[in-house]
């Protein structure tokens, strides 16, 4: 019989102060930020981009653009998805073209959902660069994927879930990690 533990990792303090972190480092390494554009990964990546945006708009008082992009049908696993996939909108400012785009998602794990993002922005055009912002990277990379911007690093087993709650959709914020024990 299997069992689960559940704890947080991440208080919503905790993921307000990484928030205002990645907002700050994002702005020390790109000074114009009227080149920016953040795309946050459909579901929770959007709002962690928003709320980094938020953060940018605070330190700069520049407005920067945010999209939201789903990878969906980019995955390397659709076969193994069934046929009722669902995907959510993806809404990409039409002239991204020439700026720094900065992908936000929640959890960085094996990298390949990165991969599919990137390959879903490639499609809507060319930007200068691209870089990446995660709340949390447990480790574990597939792919030669590397975040610049990190909340905070989790070691984890591949057996743990991750779990990022947000307010806006979840009612909460904080960052649970459950680990299922074989008994």
Avoid: C
């Amino acid at each position: 019989m299997n069992s689960s533990t559940e704890r947080v990792i991440l208080s919503a303090d905790d993921m307000s102060r990484a928030v205002v972190r990645i907002a700050h480092e994002i702005t020390e390494k790109n000074p114009e930020t009227a080149d920016l554009v953040i795309i946050g990964i459909v579901t929770r990546g959007v709002t962690l981009g928003r709320r980094i945006s938020h953060e940018i708009k605070k330190i700069t008082d520049t407005d920067v653009v945010v999209g939201k992009l789903d990878v969906t049908f980019y995955r390397d696993d659709i076969n193994s998805k069934g046929p009722n996939l669902n995907a959510a909108q993806t809404d990409i400012p039409l002239k991204f073209s020439g700026k720094t785009i900065v992908l936000v998602d929640d959890v960085l794990f094996t990298g390949r959902s990165i991969r599919a993002a990137i390959d879903a922005l490639i499609d809507h055009g060319r930007p200068a660069r691209i870089q990446l912002a995660v709340l949390l990277d447990r480790g574990h990379r597939e792919l030669p994927i590397r975040p610049d911007y990190v909340g905070k690093n989790i070691p984890t087993t591949r057996s743990e879930r991750v779990r990022v709650m947000v307010t806006e959709i979840d009612g909460v914020d904080k960052v649970l990690l459950t680990e299922t024990v074989d008994g």
